[in-house]
């Protein structure tokens, strides 16, 4: 195991490029189960979720060939098996996924109740109902999913609540049904629209005609294709937080502004400075007035990404006054807060006011725990130090990299495995913006 030491403290400065969307990258994968023919994908990131979700579809015959300039093929013609295993498949979310593409291929699938970062109970009974709406028969047994269908068909279905991966796993199992899925309160994050268009490249027939609302028509085959995935939004936020964070002026290449507006406005809200340098570039940088508290609630797309919630943490620790950040996606999502208070963050957790909690939060209200808080208090601004950091997921572990990036002294980042999910070769990244990083063997 791998750990990061940084030595905070430097303005972060220069040009960046983010790599392509993680929460794309995963589920493209998941194309060569559609089809015998060869996809080619350009702008992959070397992640680990990429690479053990390959690992977990090279089990079921899928040949997969990543290149060094970040483009893969992807050959679905020897697909030969049903089941996950339960070690693969316990590791990432887009386990519960090949359900629907299997069950067209195989009339049946056997997958693992799947893994992926802990921030919540994050229950696939949605993606269930739904296939089970399609003619699936699904039963939880032993640790796996037992699910059969002579054949999918389509349906009319209603998410109860947003869910990104219900959504698309809906999708990937309507392409090849039979007949018409219509999809109401359907998630409407761009990374979905961005599969969509793959799909479609590759002959299917998916319409968005609304916000929340998309018509699947099934096609009798698909084909292969080439496609580009768009920019990680998530990358973007990072590196803007880093340059804002440190007092810093960074230019991020792969910005896409239609996209990133709810976080641009509440930036400038905070006296953050950000200005447009091209379609695809956004320079953030620091001006005279200090960054001042604001107050922060997490939604579903084109909502604040709850995601983000986490670095903006950081941010509003260097602002001036008391911010909040409220958190209704996910039930259990302050993993990073004890890191940070180690480092001297004044965060209080506390209990909001909401009418009527089990319409107004995202996750099942009965999922959490009576102890936990669903949002903090951040009273800044604060000089933090060095400490000995542990991560608990993805998310918490960039944001307590960004905190050691602006601490004074040494510290040590522990679980860094965490991290590699989502963000390519981050410390040499880092490092060409000044920042003081190196990975060492943890003993």
């Not at 939880?140 to 054949?151: L, N």
């Amino acid at each position: 195991m791998d750990k990061f030491i940084i030595s905070g403290g430097n303005k972060l400065q220069g040009e960046i490029k983010v790599s392509g969307a993680k929460n794309v990258a995963m589920k493209v994968l998941l194309a060569g189960l559609l089809t015998d023919e060869e996809i080619i994908v350009k702008n992959v990131p070397h992640i680990s979720s990429v690479f053990g979700t390959a690992k977990m579809l090279e089990h079921l015959g899928v040949r997969i060939h990543f290149n060094s300039d970040h483009t893969i093929k992807i050959d679905g013609s020897n697909l030969k098996s049903h089941k996950i295993s339960l070690e693969l498949g316990q590791l990432y979310r887009t386990a519960s996924m090949v359900m629907g593409p299997l069950l067209v291929r195989f009339g049946r699938a056997v997958v693992p109740n799947p893994g992926g970062c802990r921030i919540g109970k994050r229950p696939i009974d949605r993606h269930i109902e739904g296939l089970i709406n399609m003619g699936a028969k699904i039963k939880y047994q032993d640790g796996y999913f037992w699910a059969q269908a002579e054949k999918l068909h389509g349906t009319n279905y209603q998410f109860r609540s947003n869910t990104h991966t219900g959504t698309e796993t809906l999708i990937l199992a309507a392409v090849l049904a039979e007949g018409e899925t219509l999809l109401k309160n359907a998630a409407e994050e761009p990374e979905i629209d961005n599969l969509i268009e793959l799909l479609n490249l590759m002959g299917a027939k998916i319409k968005r005609i609304s916000n929340r609302t998309i018509v699947i028509q099934g096609v009798r085959k698909l084909s292969g294709c080439e496609f580009t995935i768009m920019p990680d939004r998530n990358e973007v936020i990072t590196f803007g937080i880093a340059a804002l964070a440190s007092g810093g002026d960074i230019i991020v290449e792969g910005t896409q502004e239609k996209y990133l507006k709810v976080f641009l406005n509440k930036l400038s809200d905070a006296n953050g400075l950000w200005k447009q340098v091209s379609d695809t570039k956004t320079r953030f940088f620091t001006g005279t007035k200090p960054i001042c508290a604001t107050n922060v609630i997490t939604n579903p797309y084109p909502g604040f990404m709850t995601d983000w919630q986490a670095p903006w943490a950081i941010l509003m620790t260097q602002a001036t006054g008391t911010s909040t950040v409220h958190e209704t996606i996910y039930e259990d999502r302050f993993g990073y807060v004890t890191e940070l208070r180690k480092m001297g963050a004044k965060i209080d957790f506390y209990h909001p006011h909401v009418t009527n909690p089990k319409s107004f939060y995202n996750f099942n209200w009965t999922d959490r725990k009576k102890e936990n808080c669903q949002a903090i208090k951040i009273h800044g601004k604060t000089l933090l130090h060095n400490a000995i950091l542990e991560v608990s997921d993805l998310r918490a572990g960039i944001t307590l990299v960004l905190a050691a990036l602006i601490a004074k002294g040494d510290s040590v980042i522990r679980g860094i495995d965490h991290i590699e999910r989502g963000y390519e070769d981050i410390e040499n990244r880092l490092q060409k913006l000044g920042g003081k990083i190196k990975r060492v063997k943890d003993l």
